[in-house]
């Protein structure tokens, strides 16, 4: 479980950098002004210094005012920080924010090198208090903003600060990959330093970020490591930076052992933090330690001291400004000590009302699909817990539409925004900016690509290119800030169980939306006039099973193996049946075709390979469902309602296919059969895409093979005019960085373009299309997250205008996709539903007189996401 990171390195350093300043942009002659405003600055630093923060808000107030007047742009940004840190002591966040901000601004303005170190420590006060207030964007901007200042300032040991404050950023929001990349970078500069307070939080942030990856025993060497760093003996053991650095890590290594499930010992470190953080005039730091600690005290069984904690936790939140991220947490602990000690409706409204700040959680976090995925991810027990107790109280269309707002809520919200992002024309500097940023990423790359790189260029070229991916998310986020209409954009709400059914579904169509969860798990099936709850076992058991069950597609079959590899098949698809699917059967009888809304690791599993029996016979669910996927019913209904009328004169068919890779053809055929990433020519893509081409007229379809299949093409084509997009080519798929993920196309040394089509490429192209495939190997996967599914290639050609898309589990056959597809399109011609025609090419295989094509590894790696009609 992730949770939130408290690395307040500096959040109040008064001693270090509360000094008068010297006047700037003050006027020749001498006034009485300045000397007036000088005094009020020193008693106020002084005041703070004395912890009496009200009186010091005041004078500091009024230097402010007194320099304003005069135009003293430095004295005004000194004062204004002073108040901000007042307001900050006295527990007004959203206020100090607000007043850091503006002293950055002044800072800005005045000419100064001493200002200039003030406008960066306020940008990242600001930043750090944003962290706090669940606000992540605010707190992106402001901290890459300061980073931005010391760099050009060359202040090694300020960037290093920056660094770790803008890992947290990411850790909070579920992007661990950033979080990582960033500490790295930051690393080598903090071992120069020889600062051990900074290495201790340095290796902290590294805690927190194998905690959220689920690596708890490197976690917990990483929290020992920092344990042993000792400050120099003449650091004031009350140093503000060195209480903080402690407080953090005590309150990490509870959070690892409580995940260990050691609540006794948990709660004895969180008691040891919460001491430090009562020392941290942030009502926010409180509120953390408590909500944890209450959560130990619940797993123990002190229900009624968890309530009490978990309401203390509440009340500091509230008296800091809130962050609807952890009180997303702290409502779902008090609901489920509620639910124990039997108050029910009190139970109620707390899970409803955890769930509603978690909406608003997400619509304050980076702007990023991975982090509005990762803030859903961090919390799936308050989902979980909601489902559990609503059907508990046989509440199931309640129970259904918390699922919803469970899943592929980042999905939507990107989908959202891509609608203006196609519509935004940039300026002409912009647009030249953008494709600056994107041509450093694709020189960086073919670098990378570049079959005789040696390991140790590797290295220094991975981060150069997380250098320049930064930068363009640095330049998007700054393109959305400056555009108000950005700030306009509402995700669709979940939709309502009683418009899946009216909206979604006819007569011979069920959805069925599955939910993963630690104790049980759980499924609907929704048909137009009737919605039923079934409970599954946990999550674990499921997911070993899909695991186990996909192992028996990594291999390939021939015809001597594949009588005996179908009966190992099959046996394993029953197995997998009789857990899954046969709970939800008989409410499926009147059934010919279903949507599947996957959840965690079901997502990497086609249902039309499970097994049904009877008697002596076994059959596929392919034999009995025409099966189709979706993010979620939400997101379903979205993606038929985001699509722009077709054009006037719409057009069949265009593919890219056959590209021209580094290595030729192998004569063995065993050696080019399958659209791996390994850059072998894949032959039968050209027959694949000819023969498709061939069942539309001339003027309807546009070809493009061999040294056509290049990237720039597909950016140059238009793309908008064509109802069906396909490519047949090889494809990369990178699960850590899902943003690299592509299609390889042909690979030209003297293009600027690198010849991978990737998901942020993808999602500036413009189409309008009914149908994208994808047939190439692994099309389909991507970064799994909990809730969200899986973040890859297939999102991005929705967002770029797709209503469906077809892509694969797998590696495949380059023999037999090529007839599959061929089959494919020739049903869709035939006016068939995309979900059928996709299911009578697959029985072709099943049927057919290739005995080794009858295993699923050669039918079932396509599956149908999106619109099925």
């Not at 770790?164 to 960033?182: E, H, I, P, R």
């Not at 639910?339 to 109620?348: V, Y």
């Not at 699909?369 to 308050?382: F, K, L």
């Not at 279903?594 to 990497?604: C, E």
Request: glycine share 4%; charged share 25%.
């Amino acid at each position: 479980m992730k949770l939130l990171g408290l690395t307040l390195l500096v959040i109040i350093t008064l001693c270090s950098v509360l000094v008068a300043q010297p006047e700037i942009n003050a006027p020749n002659q001498v006034t009485r002004q300045p000397v007036l405003v000088e005094p009020l600055l020193r008693e106020a630093t002084q005041l703070l210094k004395n912890e009496q923060f009200q009186e010091a808000y005041r004078k500091a107030r009024q230097a402010r005012v007194m320099s304003q007047r005069r135009g003293y742009k430095g004295r005004e940004a000194h004062a204004t920080n002073l108040q901000a840190l007042a307001a900050m002591s006295l527990g007004h966040i959203a206020e100090a924010i607000l007043l850091f901000k503006e002293a950055a601004a002044l800072s800005s303005e005045a000419n100064s090198e001493d200002v200039s170190k003030m406008q960066f420590t306020a940008l990242d006060r600001a930043g750090r208090l944003s962290r706090l207030a669940g606000r992540y964007e605010d707190a992106l901007w402001c901290l890459e903003q300061a980073l931005q200042v010391v760099q050009r300032r060359g202040d090694r040991n300020a960037e290093v600060y920056l660094l770790s404050n803008l890992s947290a950023v990411y850790a909070d929001t579920g992007d661990f990959t950033k979080a990582a990349q960033t500490l790295e970078a930051a690393l080598p500069l903090t071992r120069r330093l020889n600062n051990r307070i900074v290495e201790k939080s340095l290796l902290t942030k590294f805690l927190i970020v194998e905690k959220g990856r689920g690596n708890l025993d490197a976690a917990l060497r990483y929290g020992e490591q920092a344990l042993a760093i000792e400050p120099r003996p003449q650091l004031d053991p009350k140093n503000k930076q060195l209480l903080l650095t402690t407080m953090d890590l005590h309150y990490q290594l509870g959070m690892v052992y409580a995940a260990l499930g050691q609540h006794t010992k948990a709660i004895e470190v969180y008691q040891a933090a919460l001491q430090r953080a009562k020392e941290v005039h942030v009502p926010q730091v409180q509120a953390f330690a408590l909500g944890e600690l209450a959560w130990s005290q619940f797993k123990i069984g002190a229900a009624t001291t968890a309530l009490e904690t978990a309401q203390q936790a509440l009340s500091a939140l509230q008296q800091g400004g809130g962050n609807k991220h952890f009180e997303s947490r702290v409502l779902f602990i008090r609901a489920e000590a509620q639910r124990a000690l039997g108050r029910n409706s009190e139970a109620l409204i707390s899970y409803r009302r955890a769930i509603a700040a978690l909406e608003q959680a997400r619509s304050l976090s980076i702007p990023t699909e991975m982090s509005r995925a990762g803030i859903v991810a961090s919390r799936h027990n308050v989902f979980a817990g909601a489902i559990d107790f609503l059907l508990g109280q046989q509440n199931t269309a309640e129970a259904l539409e918390v699922a919803e707002a469970y899943h592929a809520r980042a999905f939507l919200d990107v989908l959202a925004g891509a609608g203006i992002e196609t519509s935004l024309e940039l300026t002409a500097e912009q647009k030249t900016e953008e494709d600056r940023l994107f041509a450093q990423i694709a020189s960086v790359q073919k670098e990378l690509w570049k079959p005789e790189i040696k390991p140790e260029e590797e290295t220094p070229l991975n981060h150069k290119l997380a250098e320049a991916e930064a930068a363009l998310e640095t330049f998007r986020l700054k393109i959305r800030r400056a555009n108000p209409r950005y700030s306009r954009i509402e995700a669709p709400p979940p939709i309502k169980s009683a418009n899946i059914a009216k909206d979604l579904l006819d007569a011979n169509t069920a959805l069925i939306e599955f939910v993963l969860s630690e104790k049980k798990s759980f499924a609907w099936v929704i048909h137009r006039d009737k919605i039923v709850s079934v409970i599954l076992p946990p999550g674990k058991e499921i997911e070993t099973l899909v695991a186990e069950y996909r192992n028996e597609f990594s291999g390939r079959i021939n015809s001597l193996t594949a009588l005996q590899a179908i009966t190992k098949q099959k046996a394993q698809g029953h197995k997998l049946y009789q857990k899954l699917f046969q709970p939800l059967d008989a409410h499926l009888t009147t059934a010919r075709k279903l949507v599947i809304v996957p959840d965690g690791a079901l997502a990497y599993l086609p249902f039309e390979t499970l097994v049904s029996e009877t008697k002596n016979t076994s059959t596929y669910l392919l034999e009995r469902f025409a099966i189709s996927y979706a993010p979620s019913a939400s997101a379903l209904a979205a993606i038929q309602t985001s699509q722009p009328a077709a054009p006037s004169k719409a057009k069949g068919f265009i593919a890219f296919g056959d590209p021209i890779y580094t290595k030729s053809a192998a004569n063995n055929s065993d050696e080019i059969a399958v659209r791996g990433n390994d850059l072998k020519q894949l032959p039968y893509t050209r027959t694949e895409v000819n023969e498709i081409a061939a069942l539309f007229p001339p003027a309807e379809r546009r070809v493009l093979l061999g040294t056509e299949a290049q990237e720039q093409f597909v950016k140059t084509e238009p793309l908008h005019q064509y109802r069906y997009v396909h490519f047949a080519a090889h494809s990369n798929v990178d699960e850590d960085h899902p943003a690299r993920s592509g299609i390889i196309l042909t690979l030209q040394a003297d293009s600027k373009e690198d010849g991978m089509l990737q998901m942020s490429e993808v999602m500036r192209l413009k189409l309008n299309a009914d149908l994208v495939t994808l047939s190439a190997c692994r099309t389909g996967l991507g970064k799994l997250l909990n809730g969200e599914g899986i973040i890859g290639l297939t999102r991005a050609f929705f967002y770029a205008g797709a209503q469906s898309v077809t892509v694969s589990l797998w590696s495949v056959n380059d023999i037999a996709t090529a007839s599959l597809m061929k089959s494919f399109y020739k049903n869709l011609q035939a006016g068939k539903a995309k979900d059928e025609a996709l299911r009578e090419a697959k029985l072709e295989l099943l049927k057919g007189q290739q005995r080794a094509w009858r295993h699923p590894y050669y039918w079932a790696a396509f599956v149908l996401v999106g619109d099925q009609e």
